[in-house]
């Protein structure tokens, strides 16, 4: 992938609850007894959208040998891309 001036590329960025927040939570919830359900969304990366263009190269298996130099524009977050913890 190609970087654009001033934007760091090496830093990843994934919003996660301080445990604090979490810990008044529970505390609330149990004062209050209420019952606390948890659920991962294992695609949560895959599910956002990105909030600017971005291209990638033809991956192996997918080329088109017809258009060797064309690229895709994915419309949701891929593994690995750097902005998908933020889409």
Do not use: C, W
Request: no cysteine; glycine share 4%.
């Amino acid at each position: 992938y190609r970087q654009e001036e001033g934007i760091d590329f090496e830093e990843s960025f994934a919003p996660v609850a301080r445990i604090e927040a979490i810990r008044i939570f529970i505390a609330n919830a149990a004062s209050k007894n209420m019952t606390i359900y948890q659920m991962d969304v294992k695609t949560a990366f895959l599910n956002g959208e990105l909030n600017e263009e971005v291209y990638v190269s033809q991956p192996e298996g997918f080329i088109n040998p017809d258009h060797l130099t064309h690229v895709y524009r994915p419309k949701k977050a891929l593994y690995g891309l750097k902005q998908a913890p933020r889409a």
